[in-house]
């Protein structure tokens, strides 16, 4: 028998964490998604701080009624890349958290981009 869903997450995850590590300057962009909400984070793993939380849970995308998923994601990233803006980050290093890069993980990191964010 294989591994179940989130098994199989989790060791993605710790796959691509090996190698991934957010700094100060390019502090890791990690998306968490949910069945219903996605959420993304910036943080700096050598101090162990978070730098900037947006979630689809913010007011100015929970205004947005009647919009699914996909288009929530977008504007997760675009909100996530103009606090980071806010902060003083330009760069970040992408971290999908084990998620595929397909679909609303996708959508929100093309809007990140759009928005002015390097990756």
Known sequence: MGLKKQERRIRIKHRIR??????DNRPRFVVFRSNKQIYVQLIDDIQGKTLVSVSSLAKEIIANEKINKTEQAKLVGKLAAEKSKEAGIAEVVFDRNGYLYHGRVKALADAAREAGLKF
């Open 18 to 23: 090996k190698r991934i590590s957010g700094s």
